[in-house]
């Protein structure tokens, strides 16, 4: 068995093999699953450093991270050197044979970059990670919910377009796009004082605290995705967890919807939501946002 695409086939490994085990899902079907979705996934892929999460016996015999650039990888998959002080040779995944690919290598989750090859010390795009505190996930994701509010709120007040990704697991990515005039430490800088800020007016609520034991039962956002190497789960990767929920884009107005869960978006209903709703990141590039107006305009905050 094998997808063609373009100019590459691909021959399918072991595609009875059940992956997640609670669900029966095989790699079959999740082969199936990245071919499907591998055109929304691949604008966020493109020139981006990517590691991916391997579960090659499925997820209940545990898996490994991946970033280098392997020896067997074909010819037509590209590559490039990154990193700080240690450099790794990370794959690059520019179209929907390389998604394919990558998922019959065994990979569940893609986790990219906020760069692209091109102005790799410049991101273009912000990322804030809303974590909840332990506990029931109706009650953690009611507070995930509100902060997401309160933040899109700043946001559109420092004129910076934001957008929603659940995470998958347990919280929410609110997505910032750039123009990618900044370098890493401004974005940084940037997102840091925008996390600042929505904790010091809600401080009952929300922390910048890493510790676990100095959150209290606030929920935590987490800026630290806003560094060079930093890596944030890809849209639309599935997560090896139970239930192979995704980690989906979704629109501002579905946060409205008690029912919604982190990790509430699973394989075999995706693609069915995209032929209701389409993408809800089809704008994501239209508009973005400019790292020195957003400092500007916050410097009149408090």
Known sequence: MEYVFVDVAIALSNVDRVMFPDDGITKG???????DVAALMVP???????SVVRYTKGIDRGGFFQKHYQKHFPAWLDHVEAGGKTRVD????????????MANQGS????????RRDELHRPDMLVFDLDPPDGP?????????????????LLELLGLPAFAKLTGSRG??????????????????????????????????LTMEFYKKDRRGRLFVDVMRNAIGATLVAPYSLRGRPGAPVSAPIAWSELDDPALRADGIRLRELRSRIDRRGDPWRDLRALPGSVAGALRALHSMK
């Open 29 to 35: 079907e999740l082969l199936a699953y990245y071919r």
């Open 44 to 50: 966020e892929l493109r020139g981006r450093p990517l």
């Open 90 to 101: 990370y794959p690059i995944v520019d179209g929907p044979a390389g998604v394919v690919y």
């Open 108 to 115: 569940i989750e893609f986790h990219i970059w906020t760069s």
């Open 137 to 153: 996930a109706d009650v953690q994701f009611d507070l995930v919910r509100r902060a997401a509010v309160v933040l899109r709120e």
């Open 172 to 205: 929410l990515h609110v997505i910032v796009p750039l123009d990618d005039a900044a370098a890493f430490d401004e974005a940084g800088a940037l997102a840091t004082r925008i996390g600042a800020l929505v904790c010091r007016r809600h401080p009952d609520q």
